[in-house]
């Protein structure tokens, strides 16, 4: 999967500074956000209610919809927000694309399989072609009990400074193949 190309300048081109000053008091604070062909989705607690958001993002200039009454008008904060979510976290948006480890070639790439892959899924795969998490455990200086918080607060969708790290461990031990002998 080839991740949707969305830059600052872009919203830029379309917006104000202070629509897109505006947009970041917004940012990460969406929800049911999905990527469906080329349109960004997301929904965001206005002051009206909740908004329904919309970005296509394959579009020169891009174009968007948002229930909101500036955007009647003129390129709202919402849409300028839900473009900014995307740039910063695009794992947050639900996709019915998946990376496949094998086709990573760039970092965002390899951030997004991070952030969309479960750590649980990796320590499946890193047990079945070499290493437990005892091992593993003993590789990374992260004790077993951590390691087992680690995956319980992954699992429900919390970040640790320790998630992250520890998926690449795993990655990198499955695709060398290291063997617990």
Known sequence: MQLLKLTEE????ISTGITI???ENYVGKFFDCKIEDNVLK????????????????DTDPLSYECQCETSKEMFCKHAAALGLTYIYTPWVFESNKKIKRENI???EELQFYLRTTKLKT???DLKK???GVAQLSDITGIS???ISAIVKDDSSGKFHTLTAPLKLAC??????????K
């Open 10 to 13: 872009q919203l830029r081109n």
């Open 21 to 23: 000053q505006r947009a």
């Open 42 to 57: 997301g929904k965001i607690r206005g002051n009206h209610g909740v908004y329904d958001v919309k970005l296509k993002i």
């Open 105 to 107: 070639n760039s970092p």
């Open 122 to 124: 990796l320590l499946e």
């Open 129 to 131: 072609c070499c290493l």
């Open 144 to 146: 077993v009990q951590q």
């Open 171 to 180: 990655l990198y031990l499955i695709e060398k193949g290291v063997n617990s």
